[in-house]
Each structure stands twice: as C-alpha cells, then as structure tokens.
C-alpha cells in the first residue's frame, strides 16, 4: 500500500512522484494472483456436415482483471469426444475428434461484464471411419493452421454464463489418402461455438 504523506514530509512525497514519473513499479502495476476458476464445456455446430460436437467438462482459470478490463488465463478441455459426421449425400463420417490448444486465453471484460475472450486451437481427428470402412489417417491429422475462436457474452462471477461466437474451420492436412476427402466434407465457414461456464463446476444434463 502507498503509505499517507504528511505534511511537509518533502523526502517522501519527492520519492512518490519520482516513482510515479519515472516509471517505476508500484503497488497497482503488481500483477494480479489468479482470482477466476470456472467449469468449462465446449460445444459446436460444425456447419457444413451440419453435426454438432459436445467436448467433456473441462475448466477455464485465470486472472480477471477489472480494473484493466482484461482476462488472461488458461482452457482445458476434458477430453477429445467420439462424434459421427452426416454430410449430405455421403456414408456418416465417425472420428475421434481433439482440441489441440495453442497458448493461452486472452480476453477483454467491460465495466457490465460483456466479455470477449479468444483461444486458438487446432483440430485433430483420429480413428477416422467412413460408413464401416476404417481409413487410415495416421496421429498428426489436424487443422492446417489454428483455428481463432472468439466467443462474446456477458461473463457471470456467481452463476452460469454463455458465451458465443463463429468461426472458419481451415483444411484438414497430414491425413494420408483421406486428406481430400476430408476436405470436401468437413471444413468451411459459418461454425458455431459456444463456451458456457459455471462456477459451482457442474452442468445441468
């Protein structure tokens, strides 16, 4: 805490402003412990095949910065999830579906709690079946670049939140002979994601 200058104390209201003026560290510029701990269940609508996927319970923590209006902090995710694909015209695609996190969130929450928060991640599948037909896609098939996920709404300290936004799933690359078709099935634009988040760490079935 900055201590009460007296007055006529010159010493220490000269070492003040020369802390203020000069730059150095005070008490309002140390950095926050992390204060945000929430329960954290990632779905989205994957829009081309027109298949919704439901990642398990994982958790979201973090510093909540609000006298910055900024949030820094880290995503798990609970595990990867076994979804089936329907795309039209074509046998059910079922994977084993992965977040691959790259780094960590960042985010800006206002002074009424509307958050934006953003986490970058890529999207492996694994033990890839078309109809009943096993394709071999090796371990390293994943986006070919991150994905950026933003996601938007109004953040809850003492109850559930919602928070969501779209975004464009990229190529699907290092998939052996079923790189193409995987193309053609699964990425694109115009996905949906939502992150709802609970601070008694548990959902609601």
């Not at 995710?77 to 579906?97: C, K, Q």
Request: contains cysteine; negative net charge; glycine residues 12%.
């Amino acid at each position: 805490m900055c201590r009460r200058v007296e007055r006529g104390s010159v010493f220490t209201a000269g070492l003040f402003m020369a802390l203020l003026l000069g730059g150095g560290t005070t008490w309002a510029e140390a950095p926050l412990e992390p204060n945000f701990s929430q329960a954290a269940r990632v779905g989205t609508l994957v829009a081309k095949p027109n298949t919704r996927v439901a990642f398990p319970v994982g958790s979201l923590t973090g510093t909540l910065d609000l006298l910055q209006n900024v949030f820094a902090g880290e995503l798990t995710v609970g595990g990867p999830v076994r979804t089936t694909f329907h795309p039209a015209g074509f046998p059910p695609l079922t994977a084993t579906v992965s977040m691959v996190l790259v780094g960590g969130v960042r985010g800006w929450v206002d002074d009424a709690m509307q958050a934006r928060l953003l986490q970058r991640t890529h999207i492996r599948l694994s033990d890839v079946w078309i109809g009943f037909i096993p394709v071999s896609v090796g371990s390293q098939c994943m986006t070919s670049r991150p994905v950026d996920v933003e996601v938007a709404g109004t953040l809850d300290l003492d109850g559930p939140s919602s928070l969501s936004g779209t975004y464009f799933l990229p190529d699907f690359a290092n998939c052996g002979f079923a790189t193409a078709t995987l193309n053609l099935l699964v990425p694109g634009p115009g996905n949906g994601v939502t992150v709802t988040l609970n601070p008694f760490g548990a959902f609601e079935e």
